[in-house]
């Protein structure tokens, strides 16, 4: 968001002892490496997207189990007054940085970024254009994330922040224009647990004329300041502006923010898009040194978002801004058995796009694909394939594609996004989704990723007792042990008596005979299978066999990553080794005979 400074001190002080020790509970395994890998960042996700390990902008934003055992953080986010968006603490090693950006993102239009240091320095430094700052431990702080920006730790020691994205609040904002400028410190108040007031909104499918208005013209003005040359370029894109701005309000007084009226909003959007993308690349914003096509194509992608359309709308077969998916690879697997470390591998092949992790959001923004009173599982059949269901996936699925190299598909002009792509995606959930893929992509391959029971069962149980992997905080009916933990499966209701090893095991079993189930009906050429004890041991055999399958070219590459062991997910919690599982023998004694049948097909595949 932009600011009247470079950096505000905030007026509230917090315990930063405190802080930190709540942040040491954590091992290292439970940090998530920065999105686009950058050496020496990473995260613990405390508020996010459903409350997943995630690091989306949109959807309804949820703790984690992580933000549960952390009491003294929450009071200090009850403290700031305000609606609470992303929220994580954020880690730099010794000699990392955050090299020079600007956030142009729309997210960051209306966000605000707060700083609560807990771990620092005084040789770590944060920049803001021509200034610098160091912000010391138990302070608060924001800054103006329009201009460029960036962070550096030249300390020996790792530096930790509490960062809190907000919308912001009158109580805040009167702290920030100096209206509230009285020095208080919060201390931990121990029994106190505060509601926090969480983003929950998705927001319209068409952003209101108003809006757009708002935030286009703010961006004109921000070219005329620039002073670059460019003027008759710029009051012809006024006049652009203004007609586009028009038009859209013509249209929305016919359709409102309905899928009806998305076919003529697309029209208008793209149309005015091209003018958009004939300037040149040095025609920049004066307030950050952008160009200004970036910062106009980040608001033209916001201005539509299929994703947030109620189920009963139609979208007449419109398609915004969406590529063809082509034989589109899904990943099916139960959980915990190295799904993601072959996702992560072969999303490095050039030919493939994907949405950077898993696509929860992408289907469950939809209602009628999450748990309900008819379905009471993450199962999907066919039947919930409908024409508007498909195309809201979709949609939202194409809006966030990625590819190998980490960039964005909506981050390239017009001109150069691809009519159609090789679609690479891993959920474990959709492990239980097979004939509703099949509805939404007719042409769809399946990669079955299958691991030994006693392995996988006692990685399910590491991940249960972590508690790191909870999805369904309060499962209705559920009396277990544990918080409802990784996908959930028909039948989970009977297991409300057993023990934790038996209902993984189940967890286990169900998943994989539904996935041989589903896919034993379609021709041989539309699935494979892969052990993962074979991924591991003859990785360059198995990732050419996989690239073979799915069509796509096992190139430099690939065969640089073959060349070297595997490096483990993201999601793994203790260093990989074959024997792990004996630590849970005990548990696992009376459950494995139980999954010898299926563990013997599974093989038999191979």
């Known amino acids: 968001m932009r600011l009247p400074q ?62 549960a055992k952390m009491p003294y953080v929450r009071q200090v986010m009850a403290s700031f007054n305000t609606v609470i968006g992303r929220s994580r603490l954020m880690r730099l090693t010794p000699g990392a940085i955050v090299a020079h950006h600007t956030d142009s993102h729309y997210f960051w239009r209306n966000h605000l970024r707060i700083h609560v240091p807990i771990l620092t320095e005084p040789e770590v430094a944060f920049h803001c254009e021509n200034e610098k700052v160091h912000m010391a431990r138990g302070e ?38 100096g209206r509230d400028c009285e020095s208080r410190h919060i201390d931990f108040q121990p029994g106190e647990d505060p509601e926090l007031r969480l983003e929950s909104y998705q927001g319209l499918p068409v952003l209101p004329a108003s809006e757009i208005t708002a935030d286009l013209n703010e961006l004109v003005d921000d070219l005329e300041e620039n002073g670059n040359g460019a003027s008759d370029n710029i009051k012809h894109l006024r006049h652009q502006t203004t007609d586009f701005l028009k038009d859209w309000q013509s249209v929305w007084m016919v359709s409102g923010p309905t899928a009806g009226g998305f076919p003529e909003f697309k029209r208008l959007r793209d149309a005015y898009r091209k003018h958009i993308d004939a300037l040149p690349e040095t025609v920049l914003i004066a307030s950050n040194g952008r160009p200004a096509n970036e910062a106009f194509g980040y608001t033209l992608d916001a201005v539509l978002a299929p994703q947030n359309l109620v189920e009963t709308s139609s979208v007449g077969g419109a398609t915004p801004n969406r590529p063809r998916f082509d034989r589109p690879v899904f990943i ?33 923004s939809v209602p009628s694909l999450r748990p309900n009173e008819n379905n009471q599982s993450n199962r999907l059949t066919a039947d919930l394939a409908t024409r508007d269901v498909i195309d809201t996936v979709l949609n939202s699925l194409a809006a966030d594609l990625v590819n190998s190299d980490g960039l964005l598909l909506r981050d390239l002009s017009i001109a150069s996004r691809p ?33 030994d029971a006693r392995q996988n069962i006692s990685s399910l149980l590491d991940s249960w007792r972590s508690q790191q992997y909870v999805t369904y905080e309060r ?30 095991a189940q967890q286990w079993q169900v998943t994989n005979q539904t996935i041989l189930d589903d896919l034993q009906q379609l021709p041989d050429e539309r699935w494979c299978a892969i052990e993962y004890d074979a991924l591991i041991s003859d990785t360059m055999n198995s990732l050419r066999r996989l690239c073979e399958f799915s069509q796509i070219v096992f190139g430099p590459r690939m065969v640089e990553v073959a060349s070297q062991p595997l490096s483990p997910s993201k999601y793994t919690l203790t260093s990989p080794s074959p024997d792990k599982w004996k630590k849970n023998a005990a548990d696992l004694e009376p459950v494995i005979p139980g999954t010898e049948e299926l563990m013997a097909r599974l093989r038999s595949l191979g």
């Not at 994330?145 to 960036?150: D, G, I, K, S």
């Not at 020691?157 to 702290?175: A, E, F, P």
């Not at 490095?348 to 950077?356: A, D, I, P, Q, T």
């Open 6 to 67: 470079r950096f505000i001190k905030l007026p509230l002080t917090f315990d930063h002892a405190r802080l930190a020790e709540e942040a040491r509970q954590f091992g290292e395994e439970q940090w998530r490496a920065h999105p686009q890998r950058f050496e020496g960042n990473s995260s613990l996700v405390l508020v996010s997207t459903n409350g997943e390990e995630n690091d989306d902008f949109s959807g309804p934003m949820m703790p984690t189990p992580k933000l």
């Open 140 to 177: 608060s702080w924001t800054f103006n994330n329009w201009v460029e920006h960036a962070v550096e730790n030249r300390s020996d020691k790792t530096r930790i922040h509490l960062v809190i994205d907000t919308v912001g609040s009158s109580y805040i904002w009167r702290m920030i224009d």
């Open 332 to 364: 099916v697997a139960a959980p915990r058995s190295g799904s993601t470390l072959l996702f992560e591998t072969l999303a490095l092949n050039r030919e493939l796009w994907s949405v950077g992790d898993e696509a929860h959001k992408h289907f469950e």
């Open 419 to 451: 009519a159609e792509l090789r679609f690479l995606e891993k959920t474990p959930k959709n492990a239980l989704r097979i004939p509703f893929i099949l509805k939404a992509f007719p042409d769809a391959r399946f990669i079955f990723l299958y691991r």
């Open 475 to 504: 499962l209705p009916g559920w009396t277990g042990s544990h918080r409802w933990s990784h996908l959930l499966f028909p039948g989970w209701q009977d297991l409300t008596e057993s023990s934790l090893a038996e209902t993984v």
